[in-house]
């Protein structure tokens, strides 16, 4: 079974860093792209952040300079560490897979077919 597990959120104040953590079962995450969404009440799910089967890395503009995605093979699982944080990140973070699909279409993971549930990221002083 496929499967895709967030963690890492939490409160945290202006200026500072989380690491959140994608861990996947049922398939190998190596092998396709990988992406990250976040999402605020009331507006739609945005990608920010993908990295292909290749390991090639993309960010969207409000995510450069300060957020990095990576992934540990080993642990079967995919990282966005979180810097400079600001209230405007302030959002339920997803991590997706697209099976199938070994590409990124620059920031944003294209053909998602697997979500996990998501993850609260809140920045507030």
């Known amino acids: 079974q496929v499967q895709l597990v967030e963690s890492g959120g939490g409160l945290v104040q202006p200026g500072g860093s989380l690491r959140l953590s994608c861990a996947a079962s049922?398939?190998?995450?190596?092998?396709?792209?990988i992406g990250w969404f976040r999402q605020v009440p009331g507006k739609e799910r945005e990608g920010f952040s993908c990295i292909s089967r290749a390991g090639n890395t993309y960010y969207a503009d409000s995510a450069k300079g300060r957020f990095t995605i990576s992934r540990d093979t080993a642990k079967n699982t995919v990282y966005l560490q979180l810097n400079n944080l600001k209230p405007a990140d302030t959002a339920v973070y997803y991590c997706a897979a697209s099976l199938g699909n070994s590409y990124c279409r620059g920031a944003v993971l294209p053909e998602v077919t697997n979500w996990g549930l998501g993850t609260q990221v809140t920045v507030s002083s």
């Open positions: 049922g398939f190998t995450l190596d092998r396709y792209a």
